[in-house]
């Protein structure tokens, strides 16, 4: 598999757009199911502590799309990363809470 560079940066700018956040939250809230499922990091997680994770995943995420796309941070631009890291990880806690355990176990490959 070949990735293009182009085509990277394109993923990566969606992320900062609403509808790629809203996919973005979708896989985030799948990544924090999964990573629930890691030994001692994962019980913590599980012990009230997925909005934590949430939100530092949804700013790492940001971080990188914006750093890797070379978007320009100044004042402006810096307060709309903030609304979009807001915004993303709202999508990404309402999408991990309304889906089902079966569902979110099935995808992530946990028992039922």
């Known amino acids: 598999?070949?990735?293009?560079?182009q085509q990277s940066r394109a993923i990566l700018e969606a992320v900062l757009t609403?509808?790629?956040?809203?996919?973005a939250g979708a896989i985030l809230a799948q990544l924090?199911?999964?990573l629930k499922?890691?030994?001692?990091?994962?019980?913590w997680i599980e012990n009230g502590h997925e909005y934590v994770v949430n939100l530092v995943l949804s700013?790492?995420?940001?971080?990188?799309?914006?750093?890797?796309?070379?978007?320009?941070?100044?004042?402006?631009?810096?307060?709309?990363l903030f609304i979009a890291w807001l915004g993303l990880?709202?999508?990404t806690d309402k999408?991990?809470?309304?889906?089902?355990?079966g569902?979110?176990?099935?995808?992530s490959g946990a028992p039922s």
């Open 1 to 5: 598999m070949n990735l293009d560079p």
């Open 18 to 23: 609403l509808a790629g956040g809203t996919v």
């Open 32 to 34: 924090i199911s999964v």
């Open 37 to 43: 499922r890691l030994g001692g990091f994962g019980t």
């Open 59 to 80: 700013a790492l995420l940001l971080g990188y799309a914006a750093a890797a796309t070379g978007y320009a941070v100044d004042l402006v631009s810096g307060f709309g």
């Open 89 to 91: 990880a709202g999508l």
């Open 95 to 101: 999408a991990y809470q309304v889906t089902p355990d």
């Open 103 to 107: 569902v979110s176990n099935g995808l």
